[in-house]
């Protein structure tokens, strides 16, 4: 639980005498590659914190197409925050792409760790707004970015996913085909060894 500890330290003034009293609090799971953490039509009761591996949130449609939404890499949090705050059935999976070991934290985790330590409300809140604002990135990249503007800010935000993460789920993220994530790379290293 040290990536956890850390996170919290870093980012609320954490004491290790308070951690000590929260650490009985909390729930760690290690799940195997491959096992689905979350279903469509559950209700999602947990935030995962990954301590370590890869976890990710994606949508299947009718026809079968995916569509990644999140990657959680460690020190990610995870979770559907519409079924999580709102107690509505999730429309989200939730897997693990590597074996994953994470720490399940309650809905009201953000309230008692306030009260144990105030500092952490600050924190709790500029993390929120900085989650809508990298939302609010997504959406208008999806919109109106090129693939290769797309992939970029991927590399920025996820920068060792490309070695972890097969190329057809980056292309899923991206909102583009593997095909163009291809090409998009071959024209990023041309680029690149051209200089």
């Given amino acids: 639980m040290e990536n956890f500890k850390r996170y919290l330290t870093q980012n609320g003034a954490m004491t290790d005498e308070r951690f000590e009293a929260l650490y009985a609090t909390l729930l760690v799971k290690r799940y195997d590659k491959g096992r689905i953490l979350v279903r469509p039509g559950e209700v999602c009761k947990h935030s995962f914190f990954v301590e370590s591996g ?10 079968g197409k995916t569509h990644i939404i999140q990657f959680a890499p460690e020190n990610w949090i995870i979770n559907d925050r519409s079924s ?3 107690n509505e059935p999730t429309v989200l999976f939730v897997d ?7 720490i399940l934290l309650d809905n009201d985790f953000s309230c008692q760790l306030a009260d144990i330590n105030p500092a952490y ?12 604002r990298h939302q609010q990135m997504r959406i208008n990249s999806l ?3 090129t693939a290769e503007e797309r992939y970029l800010d991927f590399v920025r935000q996820y920068p060792d996913l490309t070695l972890r993460v097969p190329q057809w789920m980056i292309a ?3 909102g583009i085909t593997p095909e163009s994530l291809s090409r998009v790379r071959k024209e990023l290293a041309k680029k690149h060894f051209s200089k």
């Fill in 54 to 63: 890869l976890l990710r949130a994606y949508t299947i449609t009718e026809s």
């Fill in 84 to 86: 999580a705050y709102f």
């Fill in 96 to 102: 693990a792409i590597e074996d994953t070991t994470a």
């Fill in 121 to 132: 409300t600050q924190h709790n809140e500029l993390a929120l707004h900085n989650h809508i």
């Fill in 143 to 145: 919109l109106g970015a």
């Fill in 172 to 174: 899923s993220y991206l």
